[in-house]
């Protein structure tokens, strides 16, 4: 480990939570607001990549290893898919958030409940298949060398 | 239009140009893939000018943010400078560009302006969205509504699509673990 980059690390160390927090915010917030699950997921991937790009790809792997980010692109995809069945079972159409809760009608406590359930599938895809596919890049070059600064 | 407005516009779309200039010009790939950052950045302010935030908001999550990163991963991957080419002014190609310029420009003519609410895009099923959108989902960011509710089943897609990316490119190049292995073993000793 080279030292000679400690304003970037300590720089780093202090944003890294924030961007992490802040993909959350665009995460639930994206109801009233500009976002989503795919900027969420791209933020929260971005927050690791750069942990990454400063710490060193060894280090972001055992933090979160490649295993996790692939199993969680999965689980987002299924996640979603399983709304829909969900709605199918209780009786409505595929992705019919309606259904999901029993409400009288007008209510929207389905659609609400139905859209965060689906944004965080989004959000896990996106992050999930984000962090492999940089993984499967930058885990061939364990770290940037000094005089590609 | 207003005249502060078109100038925000002219100023934003003539700093991309710029920016693309200087990097057509550039043989440094790391300079190259900061200035691609840059210009998504700068396409971001453009679209908040257009008020469509969702859009610009996604184009500096994914433009600026995340493209840049993997741009900076796979970089690290070949050499830092581009190849010299000759500069050569190919003709044929130079006609091409232009006429395709000139049809473009010429499309533009039709258009109709910003915000228009007689265009097609505002029109139709833009207003029955705007309408409806209270009453059928309670959700007050319509883009939000549409995106995950009228339209789940291309979202759906959509992530799908996301998800076979990130594996078919994970299965062609490694997951990125194997190559890692040996040097994590290195790095756990003297920082532990």
Redesign the interface.
């Known amino acids: 480990m080279t030292d000679h980059h400690v304003i970037l690390r300590v720089v780093s160390k202090f944003l890294i939570p924030i961007i992490a927090v802040y993909a959350f915010y665009v995460q639930f917030h994206g109801d009233y607001g500009p976002g989503g699950g795919f900027q969420a997921g791209v933020i929260l991937a971005v927050s690791v990549i750069l942990y990454a790009l400063i710490f060193g790809i060894a280090e972001a792997l055992t933090a979160i290893p490649a295993v996790f980010a692939r199993g969680l692109a999965g689980v987002g995809v299924l996640l979603y898919a399983g709304v829909g069945l969900w709605t199918i079972a209780n009786g409505g159409n595929y992705l019919d958030y309606d259904f999901l809760v029993d409400e009288p009608p007008g209510g929207h406590a389905g659609q609400h409940l139905g859209i965060l359930l689906i944004e965080l599938g989004v959000l896990f895809t996106v992050a999930g298949s984000m962090l492999t596919v940089f993984y499967a890049f930058a885990g061939r070059v364990t770290e940037i060398r000094d005089e590609d600064w | 239009m207003e005249v502060g407005t078109a100038l925000v516009n002219v100023a934003l779309l003539s700093m991309l140009f710029v920016i693309a200039l200087g990097i057509v010009r550039m043989r440094s790939l ?1 300079a190259i893939v900061m200035m691609s950052g840059v210009y998504s950045l700068v396409s971001a302010a453009w679209f908040v000018a257009l008020d469509a ?2 859009v ?3 184009e500096a ?2 433009g600026a ?2 493209s840049t ?2 741009m ?3 970089m ?2 070949t050499s ?1 400078r581009a190849k010299v080419e000759p500069r050569l002014i190919n003709v044929a190609s130079l006609i091409v560009c232009l006429a395709t310029g000139a049809v473009l420009i010429y499309a533009t003519i039709d258009l109709p302006a910003v915000g228009d609410p007689l265009a097609p895009a505002n029109a139709y099923v833009g207003a029955e969205y705007l309408e409806r959108v209270e ?7 319509v ?3 549409v ?3 009228y339209r ?2 291309d ?2 897609g ?3 699509v ?2 076979t ?3 078919a ?2 299965l ?9 292995s040996d ?2 073993n290195k ?1 756990r000793g003297p ?1 532990s």
Do not use: C, Y
């Open positions: 790391f935030v969702d610009a908001f996604t999550a994914v943010g995340i990163a993997l900076l991963g796979a690290l991957l830092r009453a059928d989902t309670g959700v007050p960011n883009v939000t509504a995106l995950a509710s789940g089943f979202t759906l959509e992530t799908a996301i998800f990316a990130g594996i490119v994970a062609l190049l490694g997951f990125g673990e194997r190559s890692l040097q994590t790095k920082r």
